[in-house]
């Protein structure tokens, strides 16, 4: 079994977790790869392990590794998936941070989920990504497409306006504070947060949820995750921001953003309980918090 891991930095008290991880991948023969800033923070943290190679990249993670393990919370997760990208290697979520709705399995349930993948008994979902079709650039990474969400979002404190065409039909200009675009994966995030609804990783479609809008009667709206979308943006700065995961840049407001469907998925590995059980875990549904 030959088992990646990815992470930068963890909070501190996860040492333990972690050399628990180190020593139980090595207990059953893993021949073990990790991303090179990791092993750095490992290092300078005074943490020192035996590995099989290190890798800086998606250009040099060989496509023959069975399983990457990313060590973090979701944002550690979801900057993984640029580093995996199209080679359909499963991404397992080990969480060290705290909500952890993609990065769903606990530090202590690390060791099990490694007897599991050694063993074949575990269960995965492939994930649709919405993908960037005009990045020209102004992002750093070559990578442009997103796992949760891409956002449009205004500059300091003007109002933004923002003109959406969905399968080259006008669909509306929205008077917000911005626009998310999520995927159903995303629909636990950003989108949930402003209103959107909980869609389950399987469903076609994406979701165009509005921030702060300035018509209350403009809701959040899904649609089938074959449209193509263009948005063009109007603001007193002639700027905003554009957001792909948890990469931020801004924009001139003359450049057109189209998205569509990205042509591969990202293949995650589930927790042992379950997307239901995990979705009513994070957000507490049915639990009743008041004092007794």
């Known amino acids: 079994m030959k088992i990646a891991l990815y992470s930068k930095a963890f909070q501190k008290g996860y040492e333990v977790s972690v050399g628990s991880i180190m020593n139980k991948l090595h207990r059953c023969g893993a021949e073990v790869l990790i991303y090179a800033p990791f092993r750095d923070f490992l290092e300078s943290s005074g943490q020192v392990y035996s590995f099989d190679a290190v890798y800086t990249g998606h250009h040099d993670l060989p496509r023959d590794v069975d399983f990457l393990l990313s060590i973090g919370g979701d944002g550690t997760l979801l900057s993984s998936v640029s580093v995996v990208r ?6 397992a979520g080990i969480n060290s941070g705290r909500l952890g709705f993609l990065s769903s ?12 993948l050694q063993s074949g008994n575990y269960v995965y979902s492939d994930r649709s990504l919405i993908q960037l079709d005009n990045p020209w650039g102004i992002f750093q990474s070559d990578f442009n497409c997103a ?36 995927t159903p994966t995303g629909s636990t995030a950003y989108s949930m947060s402003v209103g959107g609804p909980v869609i389950m990783p399987q469903a076609e479609a994406f979701v165009i949820s509005p921030i702060s809008p300035h018509n209350l009667n403009v809701r959040p709206m899904v649609i089938p995750n074959d449209s193509i979308l263009e948005m063009k943006t109007e603001s007193r700065t002639q700027r905003f921001i554009t957001t792909i995961d948890t990469l931020s840049e801004e924009t001139d407001c003359s450049r ?7 042509p591969f998925r990202i293949r995650l590995i589930e927790s042992s309980l379950g997307y239901f059980s995990t979705l009513r875990a994070k957000l507490m549904w049915g639990a009743d918090k008041r004092v007794r």
């Open 147 to 182: 796992l949760n969400e891409v956002t449009l979002q205004k500059r300091g404190t003007p109002l933004m306006l923002t003109h959406v065409y969905c399968n080259g039909d006008f669909l509306n200009t929205y008077w917000s504070d911005g626009l998310i675009i999520s």
């Open 256 to 262: 057109e953003i189209k998205l569509s469907l990205a």
């Open 105 to 116: 399995i606990s530090s202590s349930g690390a060791e099990r989920l490694i007897d599991d």
């Open 86 to 91: 199209d080679s359909m290697i499963p991404i």
